[in-house]
């Protein structure tokens, strides 16, 4: 039987998934000249507007905080992807190649926050969305340090595990967001 978490999370990955599909059908895969740091910093910057509109209760660019959040959640996809496509020399793929690696990493991420929720239960869902804005910071930070430490960690999990992380907690802003429309 599928929760309400589940039912949840698939709606805002399938939002996510088609705009990703879209945005790759309009400028093809261009990210993939980005270096994971690059990508690092894509994230930061749209997870630190998020955090600057929540202080000042403003904003003057009309992009939606819960468009910043599905970048979010696309950039960290693409993180994931190009950790699957290091090696691959191929620049170019198309959504159809793409789309099999795209649900790898969502069902995985998928499957890390039932296990989490389990233990946790869903504590997430008494969380403040300016909480969980901070801790995909923190992990943010956590990730540009692995990477200046060229991915040697000596106790911690690795940067797939921590844009896993930020991924869910993303998600879990869009349906705090969802329901405070509500």
Not at 83 to 88: C, G, S, V, Y
Not at 118 to 131: C, K, L, Q
Request: hydrophobic letters at 35%; proline letters at 2%.
């Amino acid at each position: 039987m599928e929760t309400q978490t589940a039912s949840e999370y698939n709606e805002v990955i399938g939002l996510c998934k088609e705009l990703f599909k879209k945005k790759t059908r309009d400028y093809g895969t261009s990210w993939r000249i980005l270096r994971l740091p690059s990508l690092t910093d894509q994230i930061f910057i749209k997870a630190s507007r998020i955090r600057s509109i929540q202080e000042k209760g403003a904003q003057k660019v009309t992009d939606s905080i819960r468009d910043e959040f599905i970048g979010i959640i696309n950039y960290c996809i693409i993180a994931l992807l190009q950790l699957d496509l290091k090696d691959e020399p191929k620049q170019e793929f198309s959504f159809e190649e793409l789309e099999p690696l795209y649900d790898k990493w969502v069902k995985a991420t998928r499957e890390l926050l039932e296990n989490k929720n389990h233990d946790y239960g869903e504590a997430w869902r008494s969380m403040r969305v300016s909480s969980m804005t901070d801790i995909i910071l923190m992990k943010l930070y956590r990730v540009k340090q692995i990477e200046d430490n060229r991915g040697k960690t000596l106790v911690s999990e690795g940067v797939a595990a921590n844009y896993q992380d930020m991924l869910n907690y993303a998600v879990f802003c869009m349906i705090k967001l969802r329901e405070n429309d509500h």
